[in-house]
């Protein structure tokens, strides 16, 4: 058996020199990586920036929608009920006005549907950048 040699063979200057070429190619692909990584890091970031504005906007316009329609909806519901109430107590012409009073309060029922719907359809389509103004 050959007994290990104690004084190892220092490295030749052509291995030295094919080391360093490989060690300046694994720099170089680890710097391209790191910046490819930094714009994806960048990108996402700015992604999820313009993903909260619009989610911010949709909350906004939905709030803004909801009280816009509400407030004409009560009172018309109001003013109905109102009515139907004193044809009831005999002081209006209960046949006539009842009708329009059930007319109009079916069209709130139906104004509230759709805002309802209006609602349902703003939370569930998808967002799509540029829309509502939002840009990058």
């Not at 909801?66 to 109001?78: D, R, Y």
């Not at 006005?97 to 309802?116: F, P, S, V």
């Amino acid at each position: 058996m050959r007994r290990p040699n104690p004084f190892p063979v220092p490295p030749s200057n052509r291995a030295l020199a094919e080391c360093r070429h490989r060690l300046r190619a694994a720099v170089e692909i680890l710097s391209r990586a790191t910046s490819v990584l930094r714009e994806t890091v960048e990108a996402r970031d700015r992604a999820i920036a313009e993903l909260r504005a619009a989610d911010r906007a949709q909350d906004t316009f939905v709030v803004a929608a909801a009280h816009e329609l509400n407030t004409p909806l009560t009172a018309v519901k109001g003013h109905a009920q109102l009515l139907r109430r004193r044809a009831s107590a005999g002081n209006l012409d209960t046949h006539g006005l009842d009708r329009g009073l059930a007319e109009i309060d079916d069209a709130a029922d139906k104004l509230a549907a759709q805002l309802a719907a209006l609602v349902a359809e703003v939370e569930a389509s998808p967002w799509e950048p540029g829309a509502n103004g939002l840009t990058r």
